[in-house]
């Protein structure tokens, strides 16, 4: 299976529906070995701590942390984002991930060309993926992301409006 190296973001968006039917959380697990950094998960708990739609989001994914890979890594003192983004594109690099799953649409730019032969998706990207393999209907998933898009305040993200709208016109 293809290894998915995520990061807070993304698994905290991945959360936001990891009630729903389907559940996109356990459609990534089923589809790829998703491997975090020890300090995506201590993100996560701290996350966890706060009474708000992403605190219960990042609950959820740590409630489901035996499906997940937990590596530890050594971060780039240079590298100019938080310790979670520093160690998943760390880890992404070092294991030759096939993908890595990061929500943090202002920092794209840096840390795509960070990646050496990983490619970068966010969780539009990683649904639409889904619709394309058979695992997501189309109406299912255009329903998730915009639960994400309404809990995450993605309404005037240009960027999730373009995978939205790419999503429905599939």
């Given at each position: 299976?293809?290894?998915?190296i995520?990061?807070?973001?993304a698994?905290?968006?991945?959360?936001?529906?990891?009630?729903?039917?389907?559940?996109?959380?356990?459609?990534?697990?089923?589809a790829?070995?998703?491997?975090?950094?020890?300090?995506?998960?201590?993100?996560?708990?701290?996350?966890?701590?706060?009474?708000?739609?992403?605190?219960?989001?990042?609950?959820?994914?740590?409630?489901?942390?035996?499906?997940?890979?937990?590596?530890?890594?050594?971060?780039?003192?240079?590298?100019?984002?938080?310790?979670?983004?520093?160690?998943?594109?760390?880890?992404?690099?070092?294991?030759?991930?096939?993908?890595?799953?990061?929500?943090?649409?202002?920092?794209?730019?840096?840390?795509?060309?960070?990646?050496?032969?990983?490619?970068?998706?966010?969780?539009?990207?990683?649904?639409?993926?889904?619709?394309?393999?058979?695992?997501?209907?189309t109406?299912?998933?255009?329903?998730?992301?915009?639960?994400?898009?309404?809990?995450?305040?993605?309404?005037?993200?240009?960027?999730?409006?373009?995978?939205?709208?790419?999503?429905?016109?599939?």
């Amino acid at each position: 299976m293809a290894v998915l190296i995520a990061d807070t973001s993304a698994l905290v968006s991945l959360g936001i529906v990891a009630d729903a039917d389907p559940d996109p959380l356990s459609l990534c697990l089923d589809a790829y070995d998703v491997i975090v950094p020890k300090t995506v998960i201590d993100e996560l708990e701290e996350v966890a701590s706060y009474d708000d739609d992403h605190g219960r989001a990042a609950a959820a994914v740590h409630d489901r942390t035996a499906g997940i890979a937990v590596r530890s890594v050594s971060l780039d003192a240079d590298f100019p984002l938080d310790d979670g983004e520093n160690a998943a594109v760390t880890l992404a690099n070092e294991t030759e991930a096939a993908l890595f799953c990061c929500d943090e649409f202002t920092q794209l730019g840096l840390i795509h060309p960070s990646l050496a032969d990983t490619r970068l998706v966010t969780t539009p990207t990683l649904l639409s993926a889904f619709v394309r393999a058979d695992r997501l209907a189309t109406d299912d998933a255009l329903a998730l992301l915009d639960e994400v898009i309404a809990a995450r305040s993605w309404d005037a993200n240009s960027y999730v409006q373009r995978a939205r709208s790419l999503l429905d016109d599939a």
